[in-house]
């Protein structure tokens, strides 16, 4: 059973198929997209597949991702998960996004902080790690405010529009 996650201001669900929309809005978005390590969408078919694999990915117990949802609105804003999970290892990435209209309202920091809760407390993850472009400095400070620590550069790392790029990683280590 997918869980689902509240905070103050958001809940944090399953993302459906009738989601495919608000995800096509945001990772068709060049704002949103410019960080993300991936390609702008083309069409709605493409976030129906994203859907797709974030399902697999939770039923094969590889990854979760959250919708994230005001109280007091239908549809998403944005996302917030966990990939490359390794059960044997007791890690995983996290990953999120959000439209630009939400941002600088502390909305990414209340999903972020609810999704590592759950990383810690119920999935019993000892490392949370964090992958970020250098130049998305809005993200390396919220990462280093939630008690990230950098731990260096992965030389081209990733490729996107066909351009490598640096990216800083980061972890969060579980309490002894």
């Known amino acids: 059973m997918f869980p689902i996650?509240?905070?103050?201001?958001?809940?944090?669900?399953?993302?459906?198929e009738d989601d495919a929309e608000d995800l096509f809005i945001n990772f068709s978005n060049t704002k949103v997209?410019?960080?993300?390590g991936?390609?702008?969408?083309?069409n709605i078919e493409e976030a129906r597949g994203l859907i797709h694999s974030f399902q697999i990915g939770f039923y094969e117990n590889k990854g979760i991702r959250w919708g994230i949802q005001l109280k007091n609105q239908k549809g998403l804003i944005g996302t917030?998960?966990?990939h490359a999970v390794s059960s044997k290892h007791r890690r995983a990435e996290i990953g999120y996004e959000l439209n630009p209209t939400y941002w600088g309202k502390g909305i990414a920091t209340e999903a972020i902080e609810k999704a590592v809760e759950y990383g810690l407390n119920e999935m019993k993850l000892k490392r949370i790690g964090a992958i970020v472009f250098p130049d998305n400095s809005t993200s390396n400070e919220l990462l280093i405010k939630l008690g990230f620590k950098k731990e260096g550069i992965l030389r081209s790392y990733m490729v996107q529009g066909g351009v490598s790029y640096d990216t800083n990683v980061y972890s969060l280590l579980a309490p002894n």
């Not at 997209?33 to 993300?36: L, T």
């Open 5 to 16: 996650l509240e905070t103050d201001r958001l809940t944090l669900r399953e993302i459906t």
């Open 80 to 82: 917030v998960g966990f």
């Open 38 to 42: 991936s390609e702008l969408f083309g």
């Open 33 to 36: 997209m410019k960080h993300y």
